[in-house]
């Protein structure tokens, strides 16, 4: 089958918030660029978040970046390291006030500044008391901010190619990325994209578990082609499970909820949080919120029937507030869990969320495999840099997509050498080839529910060394399953039934660096509880953990502890 080939000076790979605002810093430093993206960009998952961005404004009281920075460090479990959260929060006022600049209708005070809203473990004065933090555009932030950097890129003059699946990065035999290899999912095309740059902006892997808020597309494909480029994943071990996503669906409501004054009960209609974080109660931070959850309900004082969820209360708020805060929570609840919040209280239960861990990069967004791999860049919820360390901190991540997206962008645009002939390398099509060889298996839909009860049962919210041990046997036994895997529909939709099973594919992988990277972690640290070894150890696990496919190898690197611009913030025990 021909290939059709393209040249552009800078490729990035995923057209959510991290990848438009990188693709924009290229555009406006006058570099060709191109985004290529398997869903119409407005569909990436950036689209759902609902709560903000989180950014020292000092709008409703006075604040400061170090005090957004200390609590980031703390949120982190102490592994983020100080010198990304440090050049992330300190740039975080500024990229809010450029994304105003550039048309994000932020929700605003009566005096018409930004308004700014509590999160959970946001503190004045190095953890005094809370602070208002997040700008948020009502509950639509994510939204906001993507129309607005698409509109931008539009106007920058970046090309769009859309419904395009990246398959593999193309690699030269002296280690240089110089493009991918994608499928057009309209007419089963093969492309080969060719760059100086190839950034990879592809978003998370929450579909890797059964009880997710991820849209279905967050399979995780750019950790997949770096592992199999031969690159290493940092971190995999961390998964964020949001305290309060609909039981079922899986919906998530925002933590803004409890931000503008909502509250968890018990059965018992008792307000739990205040035994479990005397201090910050139900703005605790994501992990001690979702692990006092799951302790609940394991211990038997859930709500409903079968005492499967909790309960959270936002009637008191009032319907005006509602209304207008939270008015896309209140249809989420109304739509998928048949309540409405202005009367009732909402069902929720801890759901996955955020991927920690990532492509590890440097704070340009250079992929790192102990050296920046030439001509490759990751950004965004791939990418692990890591200002989230153990745990991530409600509207940092937006944050995150705008500060390294335009941090990469502006590298690339800096450092590329534009027209210079790039180094051979041949795509593999292999994978392709493979799906179109008759199967005598399973279906994508059949291993792809088994695989995610597996990750839900192996590795949770709570996790030992026998469960982790279980979970890498029967993961090996479903990867031998999937060798057999069968496309049903060879007519209509069979390349929509590809892409699943290439989406599969690096779920796949996902889940294996995330069970050995969980397995290999002997301690507990923010997302990762292991009740065999229940308490954190940072004399021997202060360090960030990788992965690579190639023989499950594993391995680790110091936490940067070392801020530029201050001393860094020593480890303490986190108390909220
Ligand atoms: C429901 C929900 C609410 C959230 N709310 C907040 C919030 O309020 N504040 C906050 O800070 N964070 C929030 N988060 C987290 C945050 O939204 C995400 O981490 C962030 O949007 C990820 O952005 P991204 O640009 O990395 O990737 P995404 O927005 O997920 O985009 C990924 C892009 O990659 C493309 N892509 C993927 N694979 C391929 C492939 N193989 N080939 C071609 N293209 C590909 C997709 O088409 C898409 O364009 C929320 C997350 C969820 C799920």
């Given at each position: ?7 552009f000076?800078?490729?990035?790979v995923?057209?959510g918030?991290?990848g ?8 406006e ?6 985004v ?6 407005l ?6 978040a ?8 000092g709008?409703?009281e ?13 949120g982190s479990?102490?592994?983020g ?8 929060c300190r740039?975080a ?16 005070r ?16 190095f ?5 208002h933090?997040?700008?948020a ?7 906001a901010l ?7 890129n ?17 690699r ?16 089963a095309?093969?492309?080969?994209f ?5 950034v990879l902006?592809t978003?998370g892997?929450?579909r ?17 082609m ?22 079922g669906?899986?919906s998530?409501?925002?933590e803004a ?36 959850l ?9 709500c ?5 969820y909790?309960h ?11 209304r ?15 309540v ?6 909402v ?6 969320h955020?991927m920690?861990?990532g ?5 340009h967004?250079q992929?790192?495999d ?5 001509g490759l ?7 692990c ?16 997509l705008?500060?390294?997206g ?7 645009a800096?450092t ?10 041949q795509?593999d099509?292999?994978?392709?080839a ?21 990750m839900?049962?192996h ?10 041990d ?15 895997l069968v496309?049903t529909?060879?007519?209509r939709?069979?390349?929509?039934e590809r ?6 594919g690096?779920?796949?992988?996902v ?5 050995f ?11 990762h ?7 954190r ?5 202060m ?15 110091p ?7 201050m001393?860094?913030?020593v480890p ?5």
């Amino acid at each position: 089958m021909d290939v059709i080939r393209h040249r552009f000076d800078a490729l990035v790979v995923g057209g959510g918030g991290a990848g438009l605002r990188c693709a924009l810093a290229l555009a406006e430093a006058g570099r060709r660029v191109a985004v290529v993206s398997k869903v119409m960009p407005l569909r990436s998952h950036t689209v759902s978040a609902q709560g903000g961005i989180t950014a020292a404004l000092g709008n409703m009281e006075p604040d400061d970046w170090r005090w957004h920075m200390f609590d980031t460090v703390k949120g982190s479990d102490y592994l983020g390291d100080q010198d990304a959260i440090e050049f992330m929060c300190r740039q975080a006022a500024q990229a809010v006030i450029e994304l105003e600049q550039m048309g994000l209708p932020f929700s605003r005070r009566e005096d018409g500044r930004i308004y700014q809203r509590a999160f959970g473990a946001q503190s004045v004065r190095f953890g005094e008391g809370q602070a208002h933090r997040t700008c948020a555009a009502a509950d639509r932030t994510g939204h906001a901010l993507l129309h607005t950097l698409y509109q931008r890129n539009l106007r920058a003059g970046t090309r769009f190619f859309d419904e395009y699946f990246a398959l593999d990065l193309l690699r030269s035999t002296q280690g240089e990325v110089t493009g991918i290899a994608a499928l057009s999912i309209a007419d089963a095309g093969r492309h080969e994209f060719h760059a100086a740059a190839t950034v990879l902006a592809t978003g998370g892997a929450g579909r890797v578990f059964r009880h997710s808020t991820n849209a279905h597309i967050n399979t995780g494909d750019g950790p997949g082609m770096a592992l199999r480029a031969g690159l290493p994943l940092q971190d995999m071990e961390f998964w964020q499970f949001h305290p309060t996503g609909l039981p079922g669906s899986g919906s998530l409501i925002s933590e803004a909820v409890r931000g503008e004054g909502g509250y968890l009960l018990n059965a018992a209609g008792e307000r739990f949080m205040l035994r479990y974080a005397p201090h910050a109660a139900d703005l605790a931070s994501r992990d001690v919120v979702a692990r006092a959850l799951a302790m609940e309900i394991l211990a038997g004082r859930g709500c409903g029937s079968q005492g499967e969820y909790i309960h959270l209360r936002l009637d008191h708020l009032g319907e005006a507030v509602i209304r207008e805060r939270l008015p896309g929570i209140r249809e989420l609840a109304m739509r998928f869990a048949n309540v409405d919040p202005v009367q009732a209280p909402v069902p929720v239960v801890p759901t996955a969320h955020y991927m920690m861990g990532g492509i590890p990069v440097n704070l340009h967004g250079q992929v790192l495999d102990r050296d920046p791999v030439p001509g490759l860049y990751a950004i965004g919820e791939c990418a692990c840099v890591s200002v989230h360390g153990a745990n991530r901190l409600g509207g940092n991540s937006l944050l995150d997509l705008v500060i390294f997206g335009r941090a990469a962008g502006e590298h690339a645009a800096r450092t590329i050498a534009v027209d210079a002939p790039l180094p051979p390398a041949q795509a593999d099509w292999e994978l392709l080839a493979r799906l179109d060889r008759p199967g005598t298996g399973e279906t994508v839909a059949c291993l792809r529910d088994a695989l995610q009860r597996l990750m839900q049962r192996h590795c949770g919210v709570f996790r030992d060394g026998v469960l982790l041990d279980e979970g890498v046997r029967e993961l090996d036994a479903l990867s031998q399953r999937a060798q057999q895997l069968v496309l049903t529909d060879r007519s209509r939709a069979f390349n929509v039934e590809r892409i699943e099973a290439l989406e599969f594919g690096n779920l796949l992988q996902v889940a294996r660096a995330t069970l050995f990277s969980a397995r290999f972690r002997c301690e507990s640290r923010g997302a990762h509880t292991r009740e065999d070894y229940p308490q954190r150890d940072d004399t021997s696990w202060m360090v960030h953990s990788l992965y690579w496919l190639q023989d499950d190898r594993l391995g680790s690197k110091p936490v940067n502890l070392q801020p530029e611009s201050m001393p860094g913030f020593v480890p303490q025990p986190r108390i909220y």
